[in-house]
């Protein structure tokens, strides 16, 4: 068993898993980690020994996970399957559903939105689905009680019955694939999606709003520095019922370098992804510090591991960077472009606190070191450093296009 499989990770962070939960063995990096991932792993942790490979009632199951509309808490139950030949399967729908109506097994995840890392099963999702106007499906049904324990937000959000199993994909000469049992960091891959996926049709709905929208970058916030040590650079769709652009921030640093970008704040803060960081998630985003350039005591990057941190709170959750001229932005140019400031900052020297009048002259002293000629050359490198992992990067256009 090679120690760099997923299942072999840090249940809730990219960290290897080296401590595992005594009752499960469900592995974790340290005991934040534990902690953090405990108010829901403790929902299914004991009963989880009474769904031991060795109580299999019989060999055409596996173990899957239901979410009731009606019980408290979800559970595990025995997920049976019929398999005709060496090569084929078929599962059937889980027994404890007395009525099947529109009952179908709708999605598969083979990554982790949250983790962005592929999952060590495929996991697929049931739920009643129907079709309303337009041809769209939606799910129905009653709000999940079973939900109540581990996300209120997600009851109002769910609509139950629903299940969710597993199966193992192979892709070595053909693709084989097979029923796979559900365990207890699969369990929290299982509610990371469906956190994420309200995340994002809360944003959906709130893109719905009138208004015009541009393509601009999200930089989210103290959530990616825990897990990540870096934050993400994602695609949004910015409703500038926020503001007009005119009104919001003038970024100096990308001004000087000839890109047009201002940034903003969203008016409802969401958790991130589902996860709360302590009262935190409204602080700590080290990007705007990088991008404004006037915050010269703000940031800190910790030379041994790279880490960010804020020396002072900045007040401000994710952000998003959108152009003045409403062209719409790439999360790779706004990341090249907060490393790049990121460094000038650091050679310029950023961690002594300054009067206010002192800290513009500073900017304008900090502000000479940054030219279009320096960033554009630094640009080729980054992609250059990058492109083996992200081939993506490759075929982006310049920050300044073409
Ligand atoms: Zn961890
Ligand atoms: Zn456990």
Redesign the pocket.
């Known amino acids: 068993m090679s120690t760099s499989t997923p299942s072999r990770l840090c249940t809730m962070c990219p960290s290897p898993g080296t401590q595992f939960?005594p009752?499960?063995q469900?592995a974790y990096c340290s005991q934040t980690c534990y902690k953090d991932d405990w108010p829901l792993?403790k929902l299914l942790?004991k009963t989880?020994s009474s769904f031991s490979a060795t109580t299999r009632p019989h060999p055409f199951c596996v173990r899957a996970l239901y979410f009731s509309e009606t019980e408290t808490r979800p559970r595990f139950f025995w997920q049976t399957y019929t398999c005709p030949d060496t090569e084929t399967f078929a599962f059937a729908l889980p027994p404890m559903l007395t009525d099947t109506t529109d009952v179908t097994r709708t999605s598969r995840i083979l990554r982790s939105d949250i983790l962005h890392r592929p999952l060590p099963k495929c996991i697929q999702f049931g739920f009643r689905v129907r079709s309303v106007d337009g041809g769209k499906k939606e799910m129905y049904g009653q709000h999940p009680a079973s939900f109540s324990k581990i996300d209120k937000e997600l009851v109002e959000h769910g609509r139950g019955p629903m299940f969710a199993l597993a199966t193992y994909r192979h892709e070595g000469k053909e693709k084989v694939e097979r029923p796979a049992d559900l365990d207890?960091a699969d369990f929290r891959y299982v509610v990371d999606r469906f956190r994420y996926c309200y995340d994002r049709d809360v944003e959906v709905a709130a893109d719905g709003v009138a208004g015009e929208k541009v393509h601009g970058v999200r930089v989210n916030c103290v959530g990616d520095q825990v897990v990540f040590s870096r934050p993400e650079f994602e695609p949004t769709l910015v409703n500038l019922v926020t503001g007009p652009l005119e009104s919001m921030t003038i970024l100096h640093g990308p001004e000087k370098l000839g890109l047009p970008y201002v940034f903003g704040t969203y008016e409802n803060r969401l958790s991130w992804r589902g996860r709360h960081f302590g009262g935190m998630s409204a602080e700590s985003n080290c990007s705007r510090g990088w991008l404004t350039s006037g915050a010269f005591d703000e940031c800190v990057t910790d030379p041994e591991t790279q880490k960010w941190s804020m020396a002072t709170s900045m007040g401000n959750g994710s952000i998003f960077v959108v152009r003045k001229d409403k062209v719409p932005l790439l999360g790779p140019h706004v990341q090249a472009l907060v490393e790049y400031l990121e460094k000038k900052m650091i050679e310029f020297g950023t961690t002594v606190h300054e009067q206010r009048e002192e800290d513009e002259v500073r900017l304008s002293e900090y502000l000479e070191i940054l030219s279009k000629e320096d960033f554009v050359r630094w640009y080729g490198e980054w992609v250059e450093k990058h492109q083996s992992a992200r081939p993506e990067l490759v075929e982006l256009p310049s920050p300044y296009g073409g």
Do not use: Q
């Open positions: 939960c009752k499960c469900t792993h942790c989880f207890m």
